[in-house]
């Protein structure tokens, strides 16, 4: 019986011979690069539009509405709709954004057509009522698809654009309206990103030619990479190239479309704003075509970590959240910039602890600017909390440990006690594998340091005098539990403590003294619980013990039977 065979696959094929590099832009004294973005753009969202039409399930109108409303919310003043000439569900919703939608008087309506009469027709109908919508009118003009999909030269592509310019705008002229205040026109040379600048610049020009823009009624002239072919320096230089050449460019708004196929949509759109560009249409989180259109989302909030106002409202990111999974049925990544789940949190020990000591110095200067490693931006500033900042697992260290007793629970450990606590978490999240909730570490930290459950020794109780036979020392006489057995020590010291310890010290035969001492209040107020942590040397080491009680006095006893429970516990392990 002769064994089948698996062929065995040889790799990618040649990429030379399959595929080619973009050209350079010649534009030797671009200015771009030493720009920097000083204001917001303005943002137009084409979630109901762009992004509907990339879902698995297009939005019913419920699922239109509610993400409507929030576009609203946020701020946005251009929202394209929809496609209405395209079917009746689009059509019905833009009827519904006009009548029943309480658009704002400061919010213009945008709808998207192809360059088609009987389209443009339909669309006009859609808008009746509408004060100054942007009618969007495109044809795509790359080279590729004047070649494989319309089989027309330059002049007959710029003819369709041409045609559907003289339309609209006549259209436009006979349905303004005192009342409606007239049409605003936006048109995109599709596929801008794929079309020789010379003939994107003529396509464009004769469309401005058309439409005769004035300071009242600038023209939006999108240049939309529909395709991202190239690295965001080209886009940038594109960019530039058209804002110089382009005709009544004082007149001429300069709007960005970018799509992320190559996944640097962000970077791109970032690098055509300093290059001139006047407007960005994306969406919430990037939803759309391919990989997605680019996300206004990340795209403010990169502002405003700059400084810089956004003019979009992202202070409650997780009901932003919430109404994208619920209109797009789809689910923000972990890591997604800003809004996932984890991108506020830090696993790993080192940026644990410097997270936890920029909290406290931020603190500690009392200042408005943001300053804390890791974290470009205050969670709090987009209605996230602090409380996952740090989360535990086996990659964590002290520092992170550290915060989450101090955030949730007013444990500040001293560092040598984070040292200490952190081994025994360690050997917790090494043997488990998973990540340790904060009432977990909690919890851990009261049984090993203050309950002790299965402790040897108790402490209940004691009082001092004076030591008549030692001048400036005191007595004390102090009652504890010995495996459940009431027994009564004394020893002599400077204080409580001092006196304290050597009293269990002669009790258990074991030398022991305090290396280290601290102690802070839990809570406000005068019935306020304290809790004192004692560092002990003892022979064979140095250990910690903690004591929460409303007594100082009697915290710190308790923190010194816990830390000699640990030592007797270190030694009958070692024996």
Known sequence: MIAKTHSVKQGMPDASQKY????QIDISDRTWPSKTI???????????RDGNQSLVNP?????KARMFQLLLDMGFKEIEIGFPSASQTDFDFARWCVEEGNVPADVSLQVLVQCRPELITRTFEALEGAKRPIIH?????????????????VPGIKQIAVDAAKMITEMAAKAATKDNGGFRFEYSPESFTGTELDVALEISNAVIEIIQPTPDNKLILNLPSTVEMATPNIYADQIEWMCRNIHNRENVIISLHPHNDRGTGIAATELALMAGADRVEGTLFGNGERTGNVDVVTLALNMYTQGIDPKLDCSDIERIKAVYEYSNEMVIPERHPYVGE???TAFSGSHQDAINKGMKAIRKANSSLWEVPYLPIDPQDVGRSYEAIIRINSQSGKGGIAYILAEDYGINLPRALQ???????QRITDDEGVELPSKRIYDQFIRSYVDQPDARLKYVDHHTYPDTEHKGMRVVAAEITDRGETKRIEGRGTGPIDGFINALSTYLGVEMSVRDYSEHSLQHGSNAAAIAYVEIDYPGGKLFGAGINTNIVAASLEAIVSAANRALEARHAKA
């Open 137 to 153: 009118f495109y044809n795509s003009t790359s080279e590729l698809q004047r070649r494989v999909v319309f089989a027309k030269d």
């Open 59 to 63: 939005m019913g109108h419920d699922r």
């Open 419 to 425: 040292v200490e606590f952190r081994e025994e978490i």
């Open 38 to 48: 000083t204001k917001a753009p303005i943002w137009c969202s084409v979630d109901l």
């Open 20 to 23: 080619r590099a973009y050209p």
């Open 342 to 344: 984890l991108v506020y």
